[in-house]
């Protein structure tokens, strides 16, 4: 039974294309069919973190014109050939999605894949009402600091009124990525602590992401995080999150990095 | 620095709201004056003792007939409010105030007729008020961006309020968790109303208009369980248990 997930945050920057990207790799390393789809209109990133915006010749709006058919539209990974882009267009803006054309993409998306994730665009307007407007659950990517954690809560709200399953009466499943996050510095007060946000928004936790270059490192060769450096504690962490989303019991643990792969390689030996 | 600091009265605006009777001409106002006249006639004090306002979304008037018309609804002691449903270019000196009212216009039935035979007493003017519950129960968390506005009672949330949110109760506030956002109780004017909550991070309080912010909230309440009520018009707050 395919899942529709969305990764939405209201604030932008917090990490929800690296984050849609790293989740669905994570996916598709395990077997899972897996397509993510950009929803950011007009600013469109997911297909640069992803290493295919050299091969991008139809994309969203496309489909929903009619101008393309959703496989032509539909942009293999290099790496996983399990996982596969469906990009936003550049040219144009949220207004030309349609709450029709993304119900019916959607629709015939379910019957193909396993997985269905939605990158929000930043925003709770057109573009981001219609990113959650069909998703079965929901990870919300927050980072420790109050502006980030307000507007989760403020698109948690949405995601309990304003999604076709909460309209239905039903509930949409809710996690929240805690993303960005210095262990250090929320010692010193620096940063909210885990335990704040998490009781601020009252929402289970999926994973916590330490801050790290690798994050930027990887988006800039064009790769997620967990296909760039798999052993790298971002990427850890997202894979440790991806399980807990297939309902995989795993204990919760900040993957750390102030040691490097070299410490690790000889720590373990000295095991 | 002076020492002499001038006591001054703080203005006070208060917001409040009125019930007024809407009355919508329909053309031709001609046959709907008589119309008028002839409800009149069965039931007198219909008006009496009643705010009117006059919504003319309904018929297009100029300036003009509009005071023609106001003045003929003061001939039959109908006093006009303010008027609504006109495009404020068409306002005058002389004609009562433009309202804006952001309700759907809801129509209370003029007094039918009576039956010929029937013993004739003033019919009723309203329905009878219907039983409503006097509170509202939120058993799930107040979200950033979202409004609970209940002016009929208390309201109850058993969870948290976030912050930028907003809880409007003509009653008290009980909150079971977390208040961050705005809470404004007895918002009708109820100076008895008061605010309770699990754990106060207010960025507002406020009982009958008086109000304090978060700044103004002592360090010694903050994140501990307290009250909020009015002495006067002073709103006080103190830590519970």
């Known amino acids: 039974m395919a899942q529709v997930l969305v990764v939405t945050s209201g604030k932008g920057g917090v990490g929800k294309t690296t984050s849609t990207a790293a989740l669905g790799a994570a996916l598709a390393h395990d077997g899972a069919k897996v397509v993510v789809i950009d929803f950011d209109v007009g600013l469109r990133n997911l297909d640069l973190v992803l290493g295919a915006e050299r091969r991008v010749v139809f994309d969203l709006i496309n489909v929903i014109n009619g101008v393309a058919k959703l496989p ?200 | 620095m002076s020492n002499a600091v001038r006591q001054r009265h703080s203005l006070m605006f208060r917001p409040r709201s009125y019930t007024a009777f809407a009355v919508t001409p329909q053309p031709p106002i001609v046959d709907w004056l008589s119309d008028l006249d002839a409800s009149l006639v069965r039931s007198e004090s219909f008006f009496a003792g009643h705010h009117v306002a006059l919504d003319l979304s309904a018929v297009n008037l100029s300036s003009n007939a509009i005071g023609q018309l106001v003045s003929k609804l003061e001939e039959r002691n109908v006093r006009v409010l303010g008027i609504e449903g006109v495009d404020p270019a068409r306002w005058q000196p002389g004609l009562p105030p433009v309202l804006r009212s952001d309700r759907v216009p809801r129509i209370v039935e003029s007094p039918r007729p009576t039956e010929p035979d029937a013993p004739t007493h003033a019919p009723d003017p309203l329905p009878p008020p219907k039983q409503k519950p006097a509170s509202l129960m939120i058993e799930e968390p107040v979200r950033s961006g979202q409004s609970v506005v209940f002016l009929e009672g208390d309201i109850t949330i058993v969870g948290s309020v976030g912050s930028g949110a907003e809880i409007v109760a003509g009653g008290s506030i009980h909150v079971y968790g977390a208040l961050r956002g705005r809470a404004l109780a007895g918002a009708t004017g109820n100076a008895r109303a008061r605010i309770f909550c699990h754990r106060v991070e207010a960025e507002l309080l406020a009982i009958d208009s008086y109000y304090r912010t978060a700044d103004e909230i002592d360090d010694s309440v903050r994140c501990r369980s307290a009250q909020a009520w009015l002495e006067g018009e002073q709103l006080q707050i103190s830590t519970m248990n």
């Open chain 1, 72 to 271: 032509q539209a539909l942009i293999r990974d290099k790496r996983l050939e399990t996982l596969y882009l469906l990009p936003a267009s550049q040219t144009r803006d949220k207004d030309a999605l349609t709450e029709d054309g993304v119900a019916r993409i959607i629709d015939e998306l379910r019957e193909k894949f396993d997985w269905i994730i939605c990158d929000s665009p930043a925003g709770i307007e057109r573009g981001a009402a219609l990113a959650m407007r069909y998703a079965d659950s929901a990870v919300i990517v927050t980072n420790p600091e109050v502006s980030s954690v307000r507007d989760s809560d403020r698109i948690i709200g949405l995601l309990d009124s304003k999604t076709a399953k909460a309209e239905r009466g039903e509930r949409i499943d809710k996690h929240v990525l805690i993303t960005r996050y210095h262990a250090s510095r929320a010692a010193r007060g620096e940063m909210l602590s885990v335990d704040d946000v998490l009781e601020i928004l009252s929402t289970p936790l999926l994973g916590i992401i330490p801050e790290s270059q690798e994050v930027l490192r990887a988006s800039n060769v064009g790769s997620p995080v967990t296909l760039n450096n798999p052993l790298s504690a971002p990427a850890r962490a997202y894979f440790d999150a991806a399980r807990r989303l297939k309902g995989e019991h795993v204990a919760m643990v900040v993957p750390s990095e102030s040691r490097g792969i070299l410490n690790k390689l000889f720590s373990r030996k000295a095991a």
